[in-house]
């Protein structure tokens, strides 16, 4: 949620327990001041979010602006490999937990496909101990305790799950390390499976298949170079992350972002 985008509060906890490493991106703290967001467009993230809410629900449509009826509190929702379009009413306050994929897959603890690519909210994940966390944000005011209490709460959920599977995270990790410009059959070769084997592993862990995976890793690439204004053109950027020329950069900001580069620059950088 851009928090700053709208005047809005944000509240970000800076420090980290140990356990929290490569599962947790952030944990911020968001109260709006009675500007809300109108249809505002967020391109396709390599994260998975929990929303618990304190105040109005969301509007979100995932791939489309949210019609009457897409209205919600408290939810997550897995990767979703297209832009996510926001509304609210000015009085929204939550708290928000960004995941890792690894960090998701702990902390749920069930097939990431089951959340990918659709909203999930708090009821339909069905998990008492989620709606008591909810219970304990709505009784305690101060907004650094709230933070402090989620820190603790994911801590001590992670201690109690499995670690994930290691090829997986050498898998994922040498994505990274390549920006996505990876070759799956590669991938799979070295950990002595079959492309579908492989497929089926990256859906149960991260909720999409690898080729998808790797084509949201190289744009994030592609964002955080865009972020930068030491690389203002686009075919230079395309070039350097890997893409054969730059109206396939284009195409994946439509896919991804939902709108061209130029306009995503306006709008972010």
């Not at 703290?29 to 967020?42: A, P, Q, T």
């Not at 997550?76 to 937990?97: D, K, M, W, Y």
Request: charged fraction near 25%.
């Amino acid at each position: 949620m851009h928090a700053e985008a709208n005047g809005g509060m944000p509240l970000r906890l800076t420090r980290y327990r140990p356990e929290l490493a490569g599962m947790v991106e952030e944990i911020i703290g968001y109260r709006e001041n009675g500007r809300g967001i109108d249809n505002d467009v967020e391109a396709a993230a390599l994260v998975v979010p929990l929303v618990i809410s304190l105040g109005d629900r969301f509007r979100i449509g995932l791939g489309q602006a949210p019609r009457a009826d897409e209205r919600y509190g408290s939810f997550t929702s897995g990767l979703f490999a297209g832009p996510v379009v926001i509304g609210s009413t000015g009085r929204a306050e939550c708290l928000q937990v960004n995941f890792t994929p690894f960090g998701a897959w702990r902390f749920f603890g069930r097939p990431m496909e089951e959340l990918a690519n659709r909203m999930v909210t708090l009821e339909d994940l069905d998990d008492p101990e989620l709606v008591e966390f909810r219970q304990r944000l709505w009784e305690e005011p101060d907004w650094e305790r709230r933070l402090g209490t989620a820190e603790h709460f994911i801590v001590g959920r992670l201690r109690r799950t499995s670690l994930a599977d290691p090829t997986l995270v050498w898998a994922f990790r040498h994505m990274l390390a390549k920006r996505g410009n990876v070759q799956i059959a590669d991938i799979a070769e070295k950990l002595d499976c079959s492309r579908k084997h492989l497929s089926q592993r990256f859906r149960l862990q991260f909720g999409l298949p690898p080729k998808v995976v790797a084509r949201m890793i190289r744009f994030q690439a592609v964002l955080a170079m865009a972020r930068s204004r030491d690389i203002p053109d686009w075919a230079d950027i395309a070039a350097a992350c890997g893409y054969a020329d730059q109206p396939h950069l284009t195409r994946d900001f439509s896919e991804f972002a939902g709108m061209s580069p130029t306009n995503w620059r306006a709008k972010v950088v």
